[in-house]
């Protein structure tokens, strides 16, 4: 019995940090062929800061900051996030833009929960399409058939990709051991109000496969598509997230 309790008490914190992790990172979306042209007159995004408040199974509340940054050709996005005296997480991203397309170089998700802590890196080699996955000192090479990403650069590919008319639905994720399709599709537009403000907002949604997981994005146009809200369901536990302050 107590075996059995201590397996569940492990599962339950693996999914609460699977969640917290991926709802904090707005875990996204984003990629297109490593062949594709890019585009002589692309839009880009702009740097921005910005403030989030989330709450997890509608008991656990706490805030993140995101900060994205250029210096040179190259793009710096990080995210801090923590649930005071239960979770904290940590990432980062480095890559570069070329017209429409985000390329990636390397990305670290770091998070502690409960006093344990993990760290995933991941090192991308878009001219040899491979990527180099490290996590518990298991290092996995895959190879990159299209652009992978990692939950950051996704997330910038994917408002790259609205803000020149290119969403395809179709996109690729570097996951621990592996590089995962990871499909979305648009789910039409509305207005919605978070602290921040009231925004105009496309909803995107994440197509999984397995009924009891959903993930929805409100991206708002005016703020280069800046996501102002998400929603996250997974094996039943719930995390929403919204916008409080943006620079």
């Known amino acids: 019995m107590t075996s059995l309790l201590t397996t569940n008490n492990n599962r339950s914190k693996n999914k609460l940090a699977t ?20 585009l002589a007159n692309a839009k880009s995004i702009q740097p921005s800061s910005a403030k ?33 005296g239960v979770a904290s997480a940590a990432q980062s991203s480095t890559f570069v833009i070329n017209g429409n397309n985000v390329s990636p170089s390397k990305a670290s998700t770091t998070y502690k929960l409960l006093g344990i802590g993990r760290t995933h890196n991941l090192s991308f080699d878009s001219a040899g399409k491979k ?7 298991k290092t996995t090479t895959s190879n990159m058939a299209q652009q992978a990403f990692d939950d950051l650069s996704l ?8 803000l020149n008319g290119k969403f395809s639905g179709n996109y690729y994720m570097a996951k621990k051991d592996k590089v995962e399709k990871t499909p979305f599709k648009k789910s039409g537009s509305t207005k919605i109000t978070v602290p921040a403000g009231t925004f105009d907002t496309v909803r995107v949604d994440r197509v999984h496969d397995d009924n009891d997981r959903s993930t929805s994005f409100w991206l708002a146009p005016s703020l280069d598509y800046l996501p102002v809200k998400v929603s996250q369901i997974n094996d039943g536990k719930k995390m929403d997230l919204e916008l409080t302050k943006v620079n």
Not at 155 to 162: A, F, S, T
Request: aromatic share 10%.
């Open 131 to 137: 990527v180099t996955s490290s996590y518990r000192g």
């Open 19 to 38: 969640l917290f992790t991926t709802g904090v990172s707005i875990a996204a979306i984003g990629a297109i062929s490593m062949t594709a042209p890019t």
């Open 155 to 162: 997330e910038v590919q994917i408002r790259q990709d609205l």
């Open 52 to 84: 989030y408040s989330f709450t997890v199974e509608d008991k656990y509340k706490g805030v993140a900051t995101r900060t994205l940054s250029k210096s040179g050709n190259a793009w710096n996005y990080n995210v801090k996030a923590r649930v005071a």
